[in-house]
Each structure stands twice: as structure tokens, then as C-alpha cells.
């Protein structure tokens, strides 16, 4: 056999595996798209959560007022065995009383209960993590951002991947 007739048999068969594998690719379903859903909770959640940083200022200052005053009204009552109608709080009831979670709760479980199967559904709910659940520490400019948080926030970023992707990491630069 001539090296000619090889080539061209090693050109069919190479044709023919590409051929194959385009067939494959074409009859594979198309991945679900979460963007519309994902993206409306992440609004909502925003919304909600900026909406409640505008009162930021008398939130703190209500906040100490119920902390320093009922909080420690709650703990006196409980040391000195005051309690009426036999009610008796412990400590992590106390704590509860005055630290209750934020009502965007409810949505972020919906957010977190949808799964992310685009770049976008996932910048959608690195988002929220970075920008609503875990605080000021991972928020921060990478410059300005302690090693481990820098660290955890570039792989998440990393895992949303494509131009959202960037875009949070643009974000944080």
C-alpha cells in the first residue's frame, strides 16, 4: 500500500470520527436555562437588601437601644428570677428575641433551592453570597480583602466562568 493511500485512509477515518462526534454533539439535549428565574430572585434579594441598608443608620441605633436596653432587661430578668408567668428564656432564646433573621431569607432558600446551570444563573447566586450572606469581608477590593476570603472568592469566581464571570471579577479588581 503507498503512503498516499494511507494518508488518504487516515483522512477518511479522521473525517468520519469528527462526523460522528458532531452527530453526538447535535443530539445531546440542550442544557436547561436558569437565567430568568435566578435572575429574578437576585433582583428581589437586592432590592430587599438594599432597601434595608437605606435605614441602615436607625436600624444601628434601634439596634443598640434593643440589644443594650432589652437585652440586658432579658438578662437580668433571668438572673434574678423575675420572670412573669413562669416564663423562663434561655440564653440562645434571649439571642433569638433580639437577633431574628431578615424576611430576603425566604428567598435566598428559593435561590439556593433552583440549580444554576448557566454562567449567569451562577454569577446570579455568587452574588447574593458574596454580596448578601457572607458580609463585609468578602466584599471588599481584592486589595483589601483578607487572603483566605481572596481566595475562596476567586475560585467561586472562577467556577461561574465566561463574560459573568469576569464581570464579578471586574467587580472585586
Not at 454533539?25 to 437565567?35: F, S, Y
Amino acid at each position: 500500500m503507498s503512503h498516499a493511500a494511507t494518508a488518504d485512509e487516515d483522512f477518511h477515518a479522521a473525517a468520519s470520527a469528527v462526523s460522528a462526534g458532531s452527530l453526538a454533539v447535535a443530539a445531546m439535549p440542550a442544557a436547561p436555562q436558569d437565567g430568568p428565574k435566578l435572575l429574578e430572585l437576585e433582583e428581589q434579594i437586592f432590592e430587599q437588601y438594599n432597601g434595608a441598608c437605606a435605614f441602615n443608620a436607625e436600624i444601628l441605633r434601634l439596634s443598640k437601644i434593643w440589644t443594650v436596653t432589652k437585652g440586658r432587661q432579658l438578662y437580668d430578668e433571668a438572673l434574678s428570677g423575675e420572670v412573669q408567668a413562669g416564663v423562663y428564656l434561655t440564653a440562645n432564646e434571649r439571642w433569638a428575641l433580639v437577633t431574628d433573621m431578615p424576611e430576603s431569607e425566604a428567598l435566598i432558600k428559593q435561590m439556593y433551592a433552583t440549580p444554576a446551570h448557566t454562567a449567569e444563573g451562577r454569577r446570579a447566586k455568587v452574588l447574593v453570597l458574596l454580596g448578601v450572606i457572607l458580609g463585609e469581608d468578602w466584599r471588599g477590593h481584592d486589595d483589601e480583602t483578607e487572603y483566605p476570603e481572596l481566595m475562596a472568592r476567586r475560585l467561586l469566581i472562577e467556577f461561574v466562568g465566561g463574560e459573568p464571570g469576569e464581570q464579578l471579577r471586574d467587580q472585586f479588581a
